[in-house]
């Protein structure tokens, strides 16, 4: 593996337009109501995370992709791309689950066909690895909780508002990476420390 590489963890998600029920306040006596259409139009969204391995003043990256429905090899092949482009000219190391999808022989063919890329697999049943599910949590608890859209485009506003949260504040993707209590790179040798 490069040792100068974007460390990039992709997962993907789903939302659907039942409201996310999150506690609130209100004055007393006025129980907050929260109407809906029972719709439960789905879409799916696909988040990755970028953390370059050795230069962590690079910021963190993160690329988002929406769309209705789920996700399948076809419609993934399509996040990769608009991967490859984010990441253009960079090598990438890019983490993800087990989703069949992931893995099936034309995801495969197309990795391999791809000189900068290198595939790696966060272990099954561990999601408390992968920094990509404090990204859902985060939206899904803020600019999702009790959010009654109409449409997916309601929902797909909302979501777009915690992304550019996310991305606008640049020490929340490392936190979701020191959730984990994953590393990008080993701390320095005691003789080689920084502070010294």
């Known amino acids: 593996?490069?040792?100068?590489?974007?460390?990039?963890?992709?997962?993907?998600?789903?939302?659907?337009?039942?409201?996310?029920?999150?506690?609130?306040?209100?004055?007393?006596?006025?129980?907050?109501?929260?109407?809906?259409?029972?719709?439960?139009?789905?879409?799916?969204?696909?988040?990755?995370?970028?953390?370059?391995?050795?230069?962590?003043?690079?910021?963190?990256?993160?690329?988002?992709?929406?769309?209705?429905?789920?996700?399948?090899?076809?419609?993934?092949?399509?996040?990769?791309?608009?991967?490859?482009?984010?990441?253009?000219?960079?090598?990438?190391?890019?983490?993800?689950?087990?989703?069949?999808?992931?893995?099936?022989?034309?995801?495969?063919?197309?990795a391999t066909e791809q000189d900068s890329l290198t595939l790696e697999r966060v272990p099954a049943h561990a999601p408390e690895l992968n920094p990509a599910e404090l990204l859902w949590s985060s939206l899904k608890k803020r600019e999702r909780a009790n959010h009654a859209g109409d449409h997916l485009a309601d929902d797909a506003d909302a979501t777009e508002q915690g992304i550019h949260r996310i991305n606008t504040n640049p020490r929340l993707p490392w936190s979701f990476l020191a959730h984990t209590g994953l590393t990008i790179r080993p701390p320095h040798p005691p003789n080689l420390r920084k502070d010294q």
């Open 1 to 110: 593996m490069n040792t100068r590489a974007w460390i990039v963890v992709l997962n993907e998600s789903g939302v659907c337009l039942l409201p996310q029920i999150r506690r609130t306040y209100s004055p007393r006596g006025r129980t907050p109501l929260l109407r809906h259409r029972l719709n439960c139009k789905r879409a799916s969204m696909a988040g990755a995370l970028g953390y370059h391995s050795t230069d962590p003043d690079r910021g963190a990256r993160l690329c988002f992709h929406l769309k209705p429905g789920s996700y399948d090899t076809a419609k993934l092949s399509k996040v990769l791309e608009q991967v490859k482009v984010f990441y253009r000219g960079e090598r990438v190391v890019l983490v993800w689950d087990g989703l069949s999808a992931h893995w099936s022989r034309a995801t495969r063919t197309w």
